[in-house]
């Protein structure tokens, strides 16, 4: 009796051992399932695995928007990249100081897009600028310059400088397009606060600088206050270092010309340029500018149009790939103290052009020299002061009888006249200058260095 009670006794110890055992196994198995599934992308309609990402914080502004926006690049790559590769910044982006945090959240969250406001109120507020500038006010305008600089601007190097935003819409939409560093250089108090509250609620995608583009490096010395500065205190400061001429384009800058001495602006750029100094001192700086229709068909103006074919025309031809991006009329901008100009001369000036002057990779390759350009400019204007002169009459002057050589071993005319003379002929005739004993103890030699000295550009 006793010994059944204790086999019976025994057999209910197995039996809610097992029982214990067999409810653990499927705890821990459903706890895994449920794991599982949480872990494991499922499958969309398309069959394709979709990841499950839980969203525990939302940003109020970013660069782009993930909701079905057209001409965005998928997500499905970014989250088949391995954990180290998607959080780690790449060496070119740290270089240019962009937010680490900023490149670990964009691939995981939706974002909404920047808001750019409407035409009225955008026009409202560029209106209480009390200096003569023209704005940029239209979303739709904005978009299409944003579209000139690049479809790729979320995985462009180049920064961008953005001159004279006002209220931002330009500003905006970049950032909207997935530009990953804008710096905005606006000389106006008035929009600053805005700008930099924007800039306040992005990841490093956004720097506002108080400072004029257009005034950067101004002759003589001292202390400069803002929004006057030099380059290179601007570029220090952002972290951009020289780069050599012949690499990609390090900065890329937008922005509407100021009317006032237009002419004088794109000449100083044009000297600077060409002696790789100011702005360029650090790479090729491409300029997307809107300038007047007037000076942009002056300065894509060929040989043989003794009006319009000037120094200008030939050095900017020389030193850029110059391109006609758009042409947007005078009344799509919003004016300050200033309407549309007034219609003088033989040329028409109805519209605002998008030029984009890009500087040639080996405008430096054929014997000029950011140390001789200056030769270059004086012997270029002095030949262009007066159009209907021969050439081999300038050419004797500076070297008596040597005209007629230099002709012959370019192939030109004897009696070819300054005006008809190509801009990549007038390279050539430099350099076999430059090749020329004769012609390096000519007086124009001589008045280069005397004018460089006194201006204090040697």
């Known amino acids: ?38 872990v494991l992308p499922h499958k969309g309609l398309s069959g394709s695995c979709v990841p499950r990402v839980l969203l525990t914080q939302r940003r109020a502004y970013s660069l782009d928007s993930l909701n079905n926006v057209p001409g965005r690049p998928p997500l499905g ?15 070119s982006l740290t270089h240019r100081n962009l937010s680490a945090v ?47 600089l690049g479809p790729d ?5 180049a920064a961008i400088f953005e001159c004279n935003p006002g209220p931002g819409v330009l500003t905006r939409t970049l ?25 306040g609620q992005l990841d490093g995608q956004l720097e506002v600088v108080h400072c004029d583009f257009f005034k950067l490096d101004p002759f003589g010395s001292g202390t400069l206050k803002p929004p006057t500065m030099f380059s290179d205190t601007l570029f220090t400061d952002l972290g951009i270092s020289e780069a050599r001429w012949t690499d990609d384009i ?10 006032r001495n237009d002419r004088g602006t794109l000449l100083k750029l044009v000297y600077a340029l060409l002696q790789r100094c100011s702005v360029y001192r650090y790479g090729r700086i491409e300029l997307n500018l809107f300038i007047s229709e007037k000076e942009y068909q002056k300065m894509v103006c060929p040989p043989g149009n003794m009006w319009n074919y000037r120094a200008y025309s030939v050095l900017w031809q020389m030193a850029c790939e110059i391109e006609l991006l758009h042409k947007e009329p005078w ?45 270059l400019v004086m012997m270029i204007k002095q030949c262009m002061a007066r159009r209907t002169t021969g050439l081999i009459n300038k050419l004797n002057l500076w070297s008596p009888d040597s005209g007629s050589k230099l002709l012959s071993e370019m192939n030109l005319p004897q009696n070819i006249l300054t005006g008809n003379v190509h801009p990549e002929e ?33």
């Open 1 to 38: 009796m006793s010994t059944q009670m204790c086999g019976q006794v025994v057999l209910a110890m197995h039996s809610a051992m097992y029982s214990a055992m067999h409810s653990a196994r499927c705890n821990t198995r459903s706890s895994r399932l449920c794991l599982h599934q949480a």
């Open 77 to 91: 790559t970014t989250f088949q990249q391995p954990w180290a590769e998607r959080t780690s910044p790449s060496p």
């Open 102 to 148: 900023a490149v670990q959240c964009r691939p995981h969250s939706r974002y909404d897009l920047l808001d750019i406001g409407d035409v009225e109120a955008n026009a409202l507020q560029a209106q209480a600028c009390k200096k003569k500038r023209h704005f940029i006010v239209d979303p739709a305008l904005a978009k299409l310059v944003t579209q000139h």
């Open 153 to 157: 601007l979320e995985d462009a190097k």
């Open 175 to 199: 950032l909207n397009a997935g530009a990953q560093r804008v710096v905005a250089l606006e000389p106006d108090k008035l929009f600053l606060p805005d700008l930099q509250k924007l800039e």
């Open 250 to 259: 390090p900065v890329k800058v937008v922005g509407i010309l100021p009317l």
């Open 331 to 375: 009344e799509s901008f919003v004016s300050t103290k200033q309407g549309v100009p007034i219609q003088k001369g033989r040329m028409t000036n109805d519209h605002l052009c998008l030029v984009r002057l890009r500087p040639r990779a080996d405008l430096f390759s054929f014997g000029l020299t950011p140390s001789n350009a200056a030769t």
């Open 426 to 458: 007038y390279r050539r005739l430099f350099q076999l200058m430059e090749q020329s004993q004769e012609f390096t103890q000519s007086w124009l030699y001589d008045e280069i260095l005397e004018n460089t000295e006194r201006l204090g550009w040697g």
